[in-house]
């Protein structure tokens, strides 16, 4: 007897397993010639934010291509937390160079701005086509892409695994994204040599990201409660949570858990910062597959409107923003005392991770296991004091909620049910956290 929903679609009974080709170890960003060449690749765009254009990283990557024989061309103006503008300009770029490959240095934003410009280089068609519905129109991506190699400088997006690329959408003043398994990169080349010089918030705020990343995927609607697509093609990136899922996700939640302090807090911590890395990239493949759910769904307004706050974090661009990593980890105490009852099983298992005392507890305690775990870590870190510590208030309940509600890619993998009415109460409850 084939199960089936509330609307009496069928759900789902099966999940895959997709993530990139991944190379870890100091030094080998000096790999990157040879693995575009391995990959076909004679002319790539380099893609980087104008604050890595001569760094380290960058200049042995474009030594390294090319002594391998590969033309590299560098796209260095990469907006931190990329926009709808700043997208196009790299597509722009793409579409006149004649790339046959792409190289993302950097951040989330960096390797997400690289999908974006091989996708719409190679597969032509208006930016919002591809981007998810309701805000695009969420066509999938028809077929491969170029070869992608990326190269994180950061512990914290997992992007050099998973087939999302996330942008200000500015008009909505939100988040939104491209979500297909097209665009994961071709290899991600993850070098701990390239967080060295990664100051203390930025390594705290992505940190928590990579967190999060963990939390969510582990606890997000089982991929079997969800309705079945009508086609293979149709099956999401983001699939729910699932058995080897659980299992990148769990030891990224324990890694983190275990080095994200000393990481900030001693940049010659090598060790701690060689995990942070490694725990983003198994993050990724956890979330790249299971998918995040609320604590995403309600950071995309939170960093999207802070840009009209006059709030700044050092270490990022003197500009007001809400950095992604600390949008995300600000709604997240609420949103885990509210998705524990679905399963409380989880949710301590979260909190033992974390180094939590779960001895002796009940269900009932799941939540407010969890929530504390991660405010004391937030504590230790020197992150806001919820949203109020970032300048929002009871007045911007109403803007947060609508930003937040079109976010159906992400709000639909929630265990527990959520609508306008159950996102303003989190969102209130995330104004203060202690």
């Given at each position: 007897m084939?199960k089936?929903n509330?609307?009496?679609?069928p759900l789902?009974t ?7 080709s991944?190379k ?5 960003t000096r ?5 575009a060449?391995r990959?076909?690749a ?5 893609v980087?934010?104008p ?6 990283p960058?200049?042995v ?6 002594d391998a024989?590969v033309?590299?061309v560098l796209?260095?103006?990469v907006h931190i937390?990329?926009?709808d503008?700043s997208?196009?300009e ?5 579409t006149?160079g004649?790339?046959d490959?792409y190289v ?7 390797i997400?701005?690289?999908k974006?410009a091989?996708?719409y280089?190679?597969h ?9 519905a309701p ?5 999938p991506v028809?077929g491969?892409l ?5 190269v ?8 050099e695994?998973?087939?999302v690329a996330?942008f200000?959408?500015?008009?909505m003043k939100?988040?939104t994204?491209?979500?297909?398994r097209?665009?994961?990169p071709s290899i ?5 040599d390239?967080t060295?010089?990664?100051p203390?918030m930025?390594?705290?705020?992505s ?5 999060s990343?963990g939390?969510?995927?582990?606890t997000a609607?089982?991929?079997n ?13 983001y699939q729910g949570?699932?058995?080897i899922s659980d299992v990148w996700?769990?030891r990224?939640?324990?890694m983190?858990s275990q080095n ?5 807090n001693?940049?010659d911590?090598h060790e701690?910062r060689s995990q942070?890395l490694?725990?983003?990239t198994f993050a990724g493949?956890?979330f790249g ?5 609320l604590?995403h769904?309600?950071?995309y307004p939170?960093s ?6 006059d ?8 500009v007001s923003m809400?950095?992604?990593g ?8 609420a949103?885990f005392?509210f ?27 799941a939540?407010?296991l969890l929530?504390?775990a991660?405010i004391?870590l937030?504590r230790?870190?020197d992150?806001p004091?919820?949203?109020e510590g970032v300048?929002?208030s ?8 609508a930003g937040?509600?079109p976010q159906?890619?992400?709000l639909?993998l929630?265990?527990?049910p ?5 996102l303003?109460q ?8 202690w």
């Amino acid at each position: 007897m084939v199960k089936t929903n509330a609307m009496s679609q069928p759900l789902e009974t099966a999940y895959s397993i997709d993530t990139s080709s991944i190379k870890f170890g100091p030094g080998v960003t000096r790999e990157v010639g040879y693995d575009a060449h391995r990959l076909g690749a004679r002319r790539v765009m380099v893609v980087t934010d104008p604050n890595l254009s001569d760094s380290e990283p960058v200049a042995v990557a474009i030594r390294s291509l090319r002594d391998a024989g590969v033309d590299a061309v560098l796209f260095d103006q990469v907006h931190i937390e990329p926009t709808d503008s700043s997208f196009k300009e790299a597509i722009a770029f793409a579409t006149d160079g004649g790339f046959d490959g792409y190289v993302g240095i950097g951040g989330g934003s960096s390797i997400d701005t690289a999908k974006a410009a091989n996708l719409y280089a190679t597969h032509p068609a208006d930016l919002f086509a591809y981007v998810n519905a309701p805000v695009g129109q969420g066509l999938p991506v028809p077929g491969p892409l170029k070869p992608l190699i990326a190269v994180p400088t950061t512990s914290g997006t997992g992007s050099e695994t998973t087939g999302v690329a996330i942008f200000d959408y500015v008009e909505m003043k939100a988040k939104t994204g491209i979500a297909h398994r097209y665009l994961r990169p071709s290899i991600g080349i993850v070098d701990p040599d390239n967080t060295r010089t990664l100051p203390r918030m930025v390594t705290a705020s992505s940190g928590f990201d990579v967190l999060s990343h963990g939390l969510e995927s582990l606890t997000a609607m089982p991929y079997n409660e969800r309705g079945a697509p009508d086609s293979p093609l149709l099956r999401p990136a983001y699939q729910g949570s699932n058995p080897i899922s659980d299992v990148w996700s769990t030891r990224a939640i324990e890694m983190v858990s275990q080095n994200l302090v000393r990481a900030a807090n001693d940049p010659d911590d090598h060790e701690a910062r060689s995990q942070m890395l490694l725990a983003a990239t198994f993050a990724g493949v956890g979330f790249g597959n299971a998918g995040c759910h609320l604590p995403h769904g309600m950071s995309y307004p939170v960093s999207g409107m802070a840009h009209g706050l006059d709030f700044k974090v050092e270490g990022y661009p003197a500009v007001s923003m809400c950095p992604h990593g600390m949008s995300v980890v600000l709604n997240a105490p609420a949103v885990f005392r509210f998705t524990a009852p679905t399963s409380p099983a989880r949710h301590l298992h979260a909190a033992r991770l974390m180094g939590a005392d779960v001895s002796g507890a009940s269900p009932e305690d799941a939540g407010d296991l969890l929530a504390d775990a991660i405010i004391g870590l937030m504590r230790q870190l020197d992150m806001p004091n919820g949203l109020e510590g970032v300048g929002y208030s009871t007045d911007d309940l109403d803007d947060l909620v609508a930003g937040a509600l079109p976010q159906h890619r992400v709000l639909k993998l929630s265990p527990r049910p959520v609508g306008a009415t159950e996102l303003r109460q989190l969102f209130a409850d995330s104004m203060t956290l202690w």
